[in-house]
C-alpha cells in the first residue's frame, strides 16, 4: 500500500469510527410508549396506623418487671399494612396489601406501580385503607380523569392533604 | 541455581527442535487458539494501513486512557459553566450550545462523544484481553482490576445524561430509580424523588453532581490500580493515533452537534428521544424485561467475567501433549550484583530489589514475585552475568529461567556450530514461542532456535555465535506492538542498536545481524528476509576484510 492509498484508508476509518459512535449515539429514535398512551403512577410511603394503642401499665405488671425495664407505658410498635385498590372505568386495575417495613414492621408501607392506559377520559376510583383493624376503606376518591397523550397521572396518598391525590 | 542435569535436558530439548523431524520441535510453540487467530488477522489489516504503533487495535488501552482525558478537559469547562440547580441546569447547558456553538457548545459535544468512544474501546479491550486468553495467572490481576471499571464507566455515563435535565435525563433518572428500588437499598424509594416537579430537589441535584464527579474520579483510581501490575504501561496512543481519534470526534461534533431534547417535565413523558443507546440501552432492557431481569443479567456478567480468570480451560490440546511449565524466573544471589536492569526491562513489575544478604552493605539484590512473573525470560536477556564469554563450565547468571536457562543456549550454540569446516556458513535464527514457527524453516544452513520471549535473548550471544563461526544472526518475533510479553521486541530491537543497556558491542559486524519481526502468518515475508539476509552475507564475507 503506498503512503497516499493509507491515509485515505485511515480517513476512512476514522471516519467509520465516528459515525458508528454518532449514530448509535443519537438513532434509532427511542419511544417509551406509543405516541396514544398516557401513564399512572401509583406511588406512596406511608406508615399505617398503630395496630395497638399505648396501654397504662398496672402496678402488678411493673412489679414484676426488672427495675430498669420499669415504663409505665406499654407501646407496640407495629402498624397496620396498608391496602390499595383502584378501579379503571369499573373494572379492577390494582389490588394490594403493603405490609409495613422494618424487622419489627415499624415502618412505612410503600408501593410503586405503573400502568399504561389509552389517553382520552377515564373513571377513576382509588380506595385506601390504612388501619386493618377498620372495615372499610379509610379514604376513597372517584374521579372521573382526561389523560393526554405522554400524561404522567400522579397518584399519591398525604394525610395532610385530606389522603388520596391525583397530580 | 540451575543444575547442570537440568540444562543438558535443555539443551536436548533445543536439539530436538532444530531435527528433521519437525513434529517434536513443534510441542514448544505456544498453541493458537481461534481468538488469538481472531485477533491477529484483524492486527495485520491494521497494520497495512495505520502501521503497528498507531494500530487501534494494537492501543485500545491507551485508546482508552485518550478518550479519558478527553472527557475530563471538556467536561471541566461545561461544570465551570454549569448551574446546578433543577431550574437553571438546562439553560446553562442549552446556552453553551446556543452562544458559543464552536467552543462551549463543540466541548459539550466532545465530552459525550468522548464518553461514548471511552464506553467502545473499553468494551474492545475486554473482548481482545478475552479473545487472546489474557485473564488467567499473572494476568489476572489487569483482568480482575479491569472488571469494576466497567460498572464505573457506565455509572459516570448514565449519570452524566441526568445533569442536561432535559427529557431524555429525566427519562433515564426515573428509569435508574426504578432499576435501583428493584433492590430494596433504600428506606423510601428512590422514584419518588422523581413524581413531581416539585419533588425533584436541588438537593437531590448536587447528588447527581457528586455522583458524576466522584465516579470519574474512583475510576481513574482504579485505572491506576489496574496498571500496578504493568511496568511503563502504554496509555499515550502514538501521535498520529491521537491525532486521528481526536480530530474523529471533532468532526462528529461538529456535523452533529449534542443538544437538549427540551427542559424535564415530571407531568409528561418524553414523545421520541433522541436516544444514546452506548450507555442507556439498558433503560429499553428494562422496560422490555424487567428490572429484575436486568440484575439478573447484570449480576451473571460480572461473575462470569470474574470467575473467568479460575474457570478451566476449553483448550482442546491433545491430551499427550504436556503443558510446558510456565517456571518463573529465579534469582542466583551470587550472580547478582543489583544492577537493576531486569527491574528496568521486567514488563510485568514482578522484580523487585532488596539488600543484598551476603554482600557488603548498599549492594542489592534481585528478587522476584512468582505471582506476577510472566515467565517470558526478558530478565535474563537484561542481566550483565548472562555473557556467554564468562569461562565456567556451567553459565550462571543473575537471572534465568529454569525450563530454559542461559547456559542451556550457549550449549546449544556450541553444538550447532561445532563443525569448523562450515564455518561462515550458518545463519543463526532466533525467534519466540509466540511469534511466526522458526522451525519449520531450518536447513542445513539455517539454525533457528525458538525462545519463550525473543527478548530474553542476551545481546553477547549474538557476538558469541558469531565468534563461534556463524556467518550471521537474525532475530525475529512478534511484530512490533504486538509482543506476547508486551516490551520482548522493544528492548530486543532497543539492546542490537545500542540503545538499551545491555547492548550489543559495537565490534560487531552490523552487517552480519539482521531483525525481521514476523507473528504467525508472516512466514512468506520472513523467508524472503532470509534469503535476502543470505545474499547479504555472501556479499559481506566477498569484502576484503580490513
Ligand atoms: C476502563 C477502561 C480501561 C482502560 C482505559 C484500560 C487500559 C489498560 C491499559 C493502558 C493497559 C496496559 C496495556 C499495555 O501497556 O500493554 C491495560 C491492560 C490490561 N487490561 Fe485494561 N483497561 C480498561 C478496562 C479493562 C477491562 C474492563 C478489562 C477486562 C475485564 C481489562 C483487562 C486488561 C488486561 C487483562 C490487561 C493486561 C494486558 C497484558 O497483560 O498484556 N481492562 N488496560
Ligand atoms: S520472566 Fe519476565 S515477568 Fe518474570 S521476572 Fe523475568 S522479565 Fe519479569
Ligand atoms: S539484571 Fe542480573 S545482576 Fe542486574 S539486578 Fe537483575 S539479576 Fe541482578
Known sequence: ?167 | MVDAAAAHTSVARLMSSISADTACGQHQLASESLGSKICRKLDHQFDTVFGAAANPWRHLGALGFLFLWIVVVSGIYVYIMFDTSVAGAYESIESLSREQPLFGGLLRSLHRYASDAFLIVTLLHLAREFLLGRYRGFRAFSWLTGVPLLWLTYAAGIGGFWLVWDQLGQFSANATAELLDAIPLFATPLTRNFLTASAVSDRMFSLFVFVHIGVPLLLLFGLWFHIQRISQADVFPARALSAGSLAALLVLSLVLPVTGQGTADMAQLPAALTFDWWYLAVHPLMYATSATTVWVLVFAITALLLALPVLPTMSRKPAQVAEPVAEVAIVSPDNCSGCRRCLDDCPYAAISMIPHPNKKIGRELAVVNADFCAACGICAGSCPSSSPFRHNETLVTGIDMPQLPVDSIRRWLDEVLADETKHGEKIIVIGCDHAVDVSAIATTEIIPLSLICTGMLPPAFVEYAIRRGAAGVLLTGCRSGGCAFRQGNQWTEDRIAGRREPHLRSNVDPSRVNIVWADRGDEAKLQIAISQFKYSLLEVSHEPSH
Open chain 1, 1 to 167: 500500500m503506498n503512503q497516499a492509498t493509507r491515509i485515505f484508508a485511515q480517513a476512512l476509518l476514522y471516519a467509520a469510527f465516528a459515525a458508528v459512535v454518532g449514530y448509535f449515539a443519537t438513532a434509532p429514535v427511542y419511544r417509551h410508549l406509543p405516541a396514544d398512551q398516557a401513564l399512572i403512577k401509583l406511588s406512596f410511603s406511608h406508615s399505617g396506623k398503630l395496630l395497638a394503642e399505648c396501654r397504662q401499665r398496672s402496678a402488678e405488671e411493673l412489679a414484676k418487671m426488672p427495675p430498669n425495664m420499669r415504663a409505665p407505658m406499654d407501646c407496640r410498635r407495629e402498624r397496620s399494612p396498608v391496602a390499595v385498590e383502584i378501579d379503571l372505568d369499573g373494572q379492577p386495575l390494582f389490588r394490594h396489601i403493603a405490609p409495613p417495613s422494618g424487622l419489627s414492621k415499624d415502618g412505612a408501607s410503600t408501593v410503586y406501580q405503573r400502568f399504561t392506559l389509552p389517553a382520552g377520559t377515564h373513571q377513576l376510583a382509588v380506595r385506601f385503607s390504612d388501619d386493618v383493624n377498620k372495615k372499610d376503606f379509610g379514604y376513597q376518591r372517584a374521579e372521573t380523569v382526561t389523560l393526554a397523550p405522554g400524561k404522567v397521572l400522579v397518584i399519591d396518598f398525604d394525610a395532610e392533604k385530606g389522603g388520596i391525590t391525583l397530580i
